[in-house]
């Protein structure tokens, strides 16, 4: 990939050198084939001309349009002429760590937390940036470009901050353009952000929206209320993104027999485990394995 440090085996895409994050143009001349990856990817249209293929179906680029890809979704270009994306790609470890602070934040919750797998998005948020955004979004993906070939130990937090800068751009071009976005100003709810730590920690737990709204001390309908309105979804949909998020993790980095992952996700009915995954992925779980996977891949 042009340089990046990234490598792509059978369809899946990883970062070879421990980068905490980083950016680079990656010119598509023809196309690239249907891959996943194992981090969060930003694709920035900064000049030339494609399609973009996803489970969503085929969109057309051109100057300015954003994607933003969560770990584990599918998607690959078509029909390039001269299509260079400014790639801004980090560990998805991340979201849990350094940034978990934006869980707080209306916007920035919205760009990496919920917005992409609300309205059946199926991972996959876009936008479009305009001319001035654009070129102050290319001066924090430059500076990210450049801290690619500094020391990590010595700019971790440049690292950090131009990220969560290059964020902050898509973000308000997301909350200008999307008119589902929860309007609202304040910090997230703390039951919210509660909720959400609960659910994302304690995934393979059998929830029901009653024991989380007990642990939370409210009522289901307060709690429903409180929810949707910080993030756009109900908590057992979000309980359940983040569910078929780990188990296609799982999948790509482990060899556990798919009836164990099932389980280790929640989701204990192979069945129902089988309908939510192709409902999100649009292939079956084995199909998804056998087609992006690789035996040298380790977490």
Known sequence: MNGLPVDEVKGLAYITDGSLAYAGHHLHEEGHPVHTHSFVEIAVV????GVHRSLTGRRKLEVGDVILLRPGVWHGYEECRGLDLYNCCFNAGLLQRELAWTREDPLLG????TG?????????????????ALKEAMIH???LAWLRHRPMDRHRADTIGRLSLFLGHLARAVAADRGDIPG????????????MHL????LAHKWTLSELADELHLTPRYLIRLFKEATGLPPMTYLAQH????????LLHTDQPITQIGQAVGWADQNYFARRFKAHYGLTATTYRQRFT??????
Not at 110 to 113: P, S, T
Not at 294 to 299: A, E, K, N, R, V
């Open 46 to 49: 900064t000049d030339g001309q």
């Open 110 to 113: 919205y760009l990496l937390w």
């Open 116 to 132: 992409p797998n609300s309205m059946r998005r199926r991972g996959i948020l876009t936008t479009k940036l305009d001319a001035q």
């Open 141 to 143: 993906l430059d500076a």
């Open 184 to 195: 609202r100003e304040g910090p997230t709810h703390p039951a919210v952000l509660e909720a």
């Open 199 to 202: 659910l994302e920690t304690r």
């Open 243 to 250: 569910r078929v998020e780990k188990a296609a993790s799982l």
């Open 294 to 299: 690789h035996s040298s891949i380790q977490m």
